[in-house]
């Protein structure tokens, strides 16, 4: 997997355009520039490399739960940085994953699914929908054609017609979805956002993204970048971390429990290659806890198990992961509690 974030801001070591970026030669003849000229009394400060500029631009990634909002962006990304599963209601908080080529920059504010609202939760992650589709130049809606499209969609219909930005809409899943299913979900969008360019495309299959990716870029504005060219997000190497161990809870466990669980992570040590990492998994129940733990300790040792495992391919080394069980009752009504758990107030537009 190339390019896999390892510190703060996170940044990647390939760029997604396959080559390097026009900007590195003159950033180096800036360089050189600066300490013929500059005199040794003062102190020396490196230049600022020179501003790239081109397609620029947030778009916001809105859909219901479930029809492949973060598979996307990871592979417009090419590296895992949201959290996939099968269940819905998988992202808590927006992500921003940039992708940066010589020409372009795209800025994707992946969003949690558009769905009616019971708990604080559900409240934050409707909230960061909100704020995400207000800071974007253009909503790419996404539906799932492999379900009928239902009441969700109608929402996320509504969200783009009143955001009243430059949209796409892409039809995922059509490697799963019958002609007739896909034939479906078109028409009703073509009904509720009348206008609105729609695309067939299969996240799983990268190359079927292309034309979507180049839309999209078209109906950018064009300015100065505003990311660094290998920066690829705003988050925390933890973060992602914690949120690949709830991405592993949600895999290996079913019903409400993974529902209920926020990670925060407690300790992150670096020695040299290796990681020590500590993380507290919160439930609402006792009866959550126990089934987190399992019989003798075991459903909790292949959560970590295999969470090791997804934290040495994104850290590059071994990780030595130390879990706890801790119940923090109804924490998902409690506005304090979700803001701490899952980080909403740590970044603007989240
Ligand atoms: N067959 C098929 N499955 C897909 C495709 N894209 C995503 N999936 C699967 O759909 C499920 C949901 O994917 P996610 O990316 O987590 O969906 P999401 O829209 O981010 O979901 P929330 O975060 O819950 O809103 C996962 O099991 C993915 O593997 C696709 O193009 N084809
Ligand atoms: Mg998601």
Redesign the pocket.
Known sequence: MPGVPRQWPFFQAAGNSGGGFACDSTYLETTNHMSETTSSNLPQIDPLPPCLEGRVGYIA?V????????????AVLDFRL???????????RRWLGVRTDADSQLIFL????VHEVGTALDELMQEAVTRAVQDADLVLG?A?P?RPPAGEDRLVAEVIASSGKPACLAL?????ASPEQVEAAAAFFAEHLPGIPQFR?????PA?LTPLIQVVKERLPVGPFFYPPDQSTDAMEREVGAELIRETVLQLLRDEVPHATAVVIEEWREHGERRRISAVLHVERESQKGILIGKSGRMLARIRTQSEQKLAELTGGPVRLRLWVKVAPNWRRDRRRVREFEKFANRPGN
């Open positions: 990634l859909g219901r739960p479930n029809v492949g909002k973060s598979t996307f962006l990871n949201a959290a996939v599963s099968s269940k819905p209601q998988t992202t808590r992946d969003c949690p699914g996404m799932d492999t995922n899943k059509t490697d799963a495309i299969c996240a799983l299959q079927s």
